[in-house]
C-alpha cells in the first residue's frame, strides 16, 4: 500500500551500470568517446544507449539517417552499426571541434567516406536543404532548445514507419520537478508534450542513459 510520500528518487543505479557494461564498444567506439568527453558541450551518449540506437536502426532496416548534433562521432558509429551496409549517416553540428571529432571517429573506424555526410549549420541552417520524406531515423542529442522549434521540420523528414529519437531528457530528473522553470526544461518538457500529442507518432521515454525518448511515424 503507497504511503502517498513522494516516490523515491531515480538516478544511474546497478541496472544502468549493467546496461551500459552490456553494450560492448569497439576500440574506435572507446577512443571517440575518450575524445568527446573533452569537448565542449553535451556529453556523447552513453553506451546502453548508442546500442539500442543502433538496434532501432536496424530495426527500420535504415539506408538513410539524420543526426542532430554529432557528439564527437560517438552516436554515429553506433548508428552505422546498425544500418544498412552503404546507408549514409547525415551528421549536422553547429560545433566544428565536434564535427573535426566526428570526422576522426569515422576515419579510425575506416567507415568509407561514401557513408558519411558532415556537415557543419544549425538546424535552422540546414534542415529546409534535406529531402522531406527521404530519412528512416532521425536521431537528435544535446539541448533541445537548438533544435525544439523545429520538430514539424525535423517530423517531415521521417518517412512513414520512420523513427525519431531524442537523448538527454532525464538528465537530472528536472523534467519531472514541477518548480524546475530553467529554458532548457521548459524546452523539453514542451518538445515531449508535443510528441506525446501528436496522433501520427507513436512514443515512448526509455529511461536509459540520460533518457531516450522514441517515436515512430506511423502515417
Given amino acids: 500500500m503507497s504511503s502517498g510520500g513522494a516516490p523515491p ?23 571517440a568517446r575518450e ?21 532501432l ?12 548534433g554529432s557528439g564527437g562521432g560517438v ?18 553540428d553547429g560545433d566544428p571541434e565536434q ?20 556537415i557543419f549549420g544549425t538546424p535552422a541552417e540546414v534542415l529546409p536543404r534535406l529531402s522531406p520524406g527521404a530519412y528512416d531515423m532521425v536521431s537528435c542529442a544535446g539541448p533541445p532548445r537548438e533544435y525544439a522549434a523545429h520538430l514539424p521540420e525535423l ?5 512513414k514507419g520512420g523513427t525519431l529519437t531524442c537523448h538527454g531528457l532525464l538528465e537530472g530528473g528536472r523534467i519531472a520537478e514541477r518548480t524546475a522553470r530553467d529554458p532548457q526544461t521548459v524546452a523539453w518538457r514542451e518538445l ?16 536509459i542513459g540520460a ?8 502515417v
Fill in 155 to 159: 517530423l517531415a523528414l521521417v518517412r
Fill in 9 to 31: 528518487a531515480t538516478g544511474p543505479g546497478p541496472g544502468t551500470a549493467y546496461a551500459d557494461r552490456f553494450a560492448v564498444e569497439s576500440g574506435a567506439l572507446v577512443a
Fill in 75 to 92: 552516436a554515429g558509429l553506433w548508428l552505422l552499426q546498425g544500418m544498412r551496409a552503404g546507408g549514409v549517416l547525415t551528421a549536422l
Fill in 35 to 55: 575524445r568527446a568527453v573533452g569537448l565542449r558541450g553535451p556529453a556523447p551518449v552513453e553506451p546502453s544507449v548508442g546500442a539500442t540506437l543502433a538496434v
Fill in 192 to 207: 515531449v508534450r508535443a510528441v506525446r500529442d501528436d496522433e501520427t507518432l507513436l512514443s515512448a521515454i526509455l529511461p
Fill in 99 to 118: 564535427l573535426r571529432a566526428a570526422r576522426t571517429a569515422f576515419t579510425e573506424a575506416e567507415v568509407p567516406p561514401s557513408r558519411t555526410r558532415l
Fill in 211 to 218: 533518457g531516450l525518448l522514441v517515436a515512430t511515424k506511423r
Fill in 57 to 68: 536502426a536496424a530495426t527500420v532496416d535504415a539506408r538513410a539517417v539524420v543526426s542532430i
